[in-house]
């Protein structure tokens, strides 16, 4: 066991409930168990550093040991300052993975560890909303030097680098892995959709069934969260800004109306965008009393806290992860987790099923980087599909499913033109 000395985390002495925690979803992993047996003999990240920005929870530790197993030395950090779990970074420490990172750190001091993560001087990174790429390209473009490429695991950070990259100012080559198939049909939409209620659920210990959930956004993550509602026995609404996704949700069976429309009618209100000032001073004005927010876009600007302070007369912790905050006129709306990440920072995120498919393609994804980016330039790129269809193949093989294979005048029938 290899000890790091210059980590930062809390306290040492959590690791042996950390260990308890990654050794559950490592049981519940196998695509990444597969291909954590194939780096190790491998070592496709040998001598090379790579430097992870995730939520910091066990499956993402699972994945940073299954990358320094490939050979890499890896340094980690979190991805938002609620989602990191302290037992897991001491449990990283002792299996050698250098940590810089921990529970509800300032603003400054999250912004410092990301940047000490960055001062390793990595080859390669994988991030999550773009935190590492944004100081790379922003103020920190001295520790740029060394860095060849990169996977971005979210919506949001893909947004980010597609701007980079439009004005012509991206540095290395980035993996979109979230707009891998395997990313967000299961992720983005199933994880979300399940970890979303778990994380209100056990905050708000309140019933579901019979009230009404406002769902903003039906993007992927909106169409799970919308589902799970439905399977928890809500009147779910859905609101958007884009009339095809809007008349989906309709067919789909949901409400469909404007925010402001919405407000009013709401028990519990989910934001998940990827956009800002969703829930606003107006929507506050015209809520229910006790109406329950909360976000699993990637930051927090979904519900603006700002205004929400402005307009209220007090505010109090009322139970872990539960703000209240009075209007003038008595009513009280609640906020979950400061309105972050519900899903993280307020649970432990998606299933590790879930989490087994996004980080084999994270996994897969940096290897396909590491191999090619001198020949992939400077842009942002798909995982390629075979990568893609090979860890849903891993996945059905896990799952002991078989599927049919085209016979060879199927092949012949789909690939001709004539009838
Ligand atoms: N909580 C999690 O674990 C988790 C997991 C994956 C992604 N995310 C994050 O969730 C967010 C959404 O991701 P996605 O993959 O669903 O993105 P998406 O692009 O598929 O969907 C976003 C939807 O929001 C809609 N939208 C934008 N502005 C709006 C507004 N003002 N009002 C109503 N709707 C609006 C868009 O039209 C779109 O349909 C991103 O920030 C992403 O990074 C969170």
């Known amino acids: 066991m290899t000890m790091v000395q210059e980590s930062i985390v809390k306290d040492i002495a959590l690791a042996p409930n950390g260990h308890l925690k990654i050794d ?41 040991k299954v990358i320094q197993a490939g050979g890499a030395e890896v340094t ?8 990191t779990q302290d037992d897991v970074c001491a449990a990283l420490v002792e299996d050698g ?21 960055l001062e390793t001087r990595p080859d390669f990174l994988i991030d999550d909303g773009g935190d590492l790429v944004t100081l790379l390209h922003g103020e920190r473009r001295d520790l740029l030097e060394n860095v060849k490429g990169g996977a971005e695991e979210t919506t949001t950070g893909i947004l980010r680098l597609r701007a980079l990259e439009k004005e012509e100012k991206l540095e290395f080559p980035m993996v979109a892995v979230n707009d891998a198939y395997c990313k967000y049909l ?5 994880g979300t959709g399940q970890s979303v209620f778990d994380g209100i659920n056990r905050t708000t210990n309140l019933v579901v069934a019979g009230k009404t959930v406002v769902v903003a956004g039906y993007g992927w ?9 439905k399977g928890l026995g809500a009147k779910v609404i859905v609101t958007e800004i884009d009339a095809i996704k809007a008349v989906e949700a309709y067919m789909d069976g949901f409400e469909v109306m404007s925010m402001d429309e919405a407000a ?15 829930i606003r001073k107006a929507h506050f004005e015209s809520m229910k009393d006790g109406a329950i927010l909360s976000n699993a ?13 402005d307009i209220s007369t007090s505010k109090r912790v009322v139970r872990k992860d539960i703000e209240e905050f009075v209007l003038q006129d008595g009513r009280k709306i609640y906020l979950l987790a400061e309105g972050r ?8 995120g998606h299933p590790a099923e879930i989490m087994d498919m996004t980080f084999a393609l994270q996994a897969v994804g940096l290897e396909y980087v590491s191999k090619n980016y001198e020949a992939i330039g400077k842009k942002v790129l798909n995982v390629p599909y075979e990568l893609d269809e090979t860890v849903a193949r891993y996945k059905l093989e896990a799952l002991g499913k078989n599927i049919d294979k085209l016979t060879p005048e199927q092949k012949e029938y789909l690939e001709s033109w004539v009838e």
Not at 97 to 117: C, D, G, Q
Not at 186 to 190: E, K, L, S, W
């Open 341 to 348: 990440l519900v899903n993280l920072a307020a649970g432990d």
């Open 24 to 64: 559950w979803v490592k049981e519940h992993m196998p695509v990444l168990n597969r291909i954590r047996e194939r780096f190790e003999q491998e070592k496709p990240f040998a001598g090379k550093k790579v430097a992870i920005s995730l939520h910091l929870e066990a499956k993402t530790a699972y994945l940073a």
């Open 186 to 190: 299961f992720d983005n939409r199933y």
């Open 221 to 229: 993550c909106g169409k799970g969260v919308a589902m799970r509602a």
């Open 76 to 83: 980690i950090t979190g991805s938002n300052p609620l989602s």
């Open 297 to 309: 876009g990637h930051f927090d600007v979904e519900v603006n806290k700002v205004e929400l302070n």
């Open 97 to 117: 993975i250098r940590v810089f990172a921990k529970y509800n750190p300032s603003e400054e001091e999250y912004k410092e560890l990301l940047i000490k993560t």
């Open 264 to 278: 009013k009618l709401g028990d519990y209100f989910v934001t998940v965008t990827g956009n800002r000032d969703i």
